[in-house]
């Protein structure tokens, strides 16, 4: 079975909240595609609920869009600690971190009508969704800070 990088990061090192470059890769044309870790909660320490954390999720694929280009994709971890954020081309942490922060400033700030993809015809699971939940945990991760680096904290403005 192949090595996953994901799986070698030591999860009692690292400080979240935070983002994390986890590899550049590039195919055979020469386009490359970024990966980040983008932790929300410290893990093993906590998770956030799986409604709160689907609002989440949809609210990010609309509102990361805003401030970056380039997303192809943002996945919750099945740990419930963050998410993938799957990028064309190279980003620097500190980039997606400050857009991290003003999504989740637009959450907190955010009504139901603003949440995508909540009926029964646009989402897999659409009973499963808590905007209180979402607002919540995002004015607890804003409150500590977005860093830009894992290990050290390195708190962006």
Known sequence: MAEVESF??????????????????????????????LRLVQPNENAIPTAGLHTIEHMLAGYLRDYLTGVIDCSPFGCRTGFHLIMWG??????????????????????????????IK?????RDHSLFSAQEWCQKILSEGISSDPFERKVVD
């Open 8 to 37: 070698t990061l030591d999860h009692t090192a690292v400080k979240a909240p935070y983002v994390r470059l986890i590899t550049v890769e590039e195919g055979p044309k020469g386009d490359k595609i970024s990966n980040f870790d």
């Open 122 to 126: 646009s989402c897999g699971n659409y």
């Open 90 to 119: 190279e980003h620097d942490t500190v980039e997606v971190a400050k857009a991290l922060k003003k999504a989740l400033q637009d959450i907190v700030n955010a009504t139901w009508d603003d949440v995508q993809g909540t009926d």
